[in-house]
């Protein structure tokens, strides 16, 4: 890649500090809350700030909604977020660094038993406000209703919901503490989690876009989740 040019500098970072998002909210992602961030997307928001001679801040939010809405007051320079076409209006997006999977949990006694089953009338789902998979089912569920809150977890168990939707990771956690609950097997929606930025700032667009597919070939994204732990999670192909 190109030393950074001062014209692309300032479109980074109009401030003079490249402010950087972390949706603390995704375990895969993040790992070590606000005050100690770790994980892939810390590792790769650290190495930007440092091709581009840049003086960084982590800005936290504990969810990707929060994040989206933060654009609106000009919180942050650069995301990381899941692709998403609404989300995309506003946002220009790299080539997803990392897939992973959402995926639906049921009570153990529940009759649902296949990602089928799901859609249909009457069945009711807990989904994070604002989250990937919101998104994503607000777009292709026919039947079932969504309930949308800060907090699915608390939402699926307090109310007695049907299902539960969110990343395969936290997930899988929640059901191996609660035994009164199962997880259905395959993906309902494959979550690709990009790097992102206003539009508006072309020349950044493409030096992130570029960044992003370097990272991936060379073995740094890979290395990253190797280091927070994140087997399940996959390296995306090239752009």
Not at 61 to 70: E, L, R
Not at 92 to 114: D, H, K, L, Q, R
């Amino acid at each position: 890649m190109l030393a950074p040019s001062q014209e692309l500098i300032r479109e980074f970072a109009p401030t003079g500090v490249l402010r950087i998002a972390l949706n603390i909210g995704n375990p895969v992602l993040v790992q070590g809350g606000a005050e100690a961030p770790r994980g892939v997307t810390v590792d790769l928001g650290r190495e930007l700030a440092k091709r581009l001679g840049l003086e960084f801040s982590f800005v936290p939010f504990d969810a990707a909604g929060k994040v989206v809405d933060a654009l609106k007051q000009d919180r942050w320079d650069v995301a990381f977020l899941a692709i998403e076409p609404v989300r995309a209006a506003e946002i220009a997006f790299t080539a997803p660094y990392v897939i992973i999977e959402g995926v639906y949990v049921v009570p153990a006694a529940s009759p649902i038993t296949t990602m089928d089953d799901v859609d249909r009338s009457g069945v009711r789902i807990a989904v994070n406000k604002g989250a990937a998979y919101d998104l994503f089912l607000t777009r292709t569920l026919a039947k079932a209703e969504l309930v949308r809150v800060p907090d699915s977890f608390a939402a699926f168990l307090d109310q007695g919901l049907d299902a539960l939707a969110g990343v395969k990771q936290p997930l899988a956690g929640f059901v191996k503490a609660h035994p009164g609950t199962r997880m259905l097997g395959g993906r309902f929606q494959e979550i690709r989690q990009a790097m992102g930025m206003p539009h508006g700032r072309d020349r950044a667009a493409d030096y992130l876009k570029a960044f992003v597919e370097e990272m991936k070939a060379s073995g740094f994204v890979a290395d990253a989740l190797k280091r927070s732990n994140q087997p399940d999670a996959t390296v995306a192909p090239a752009g």
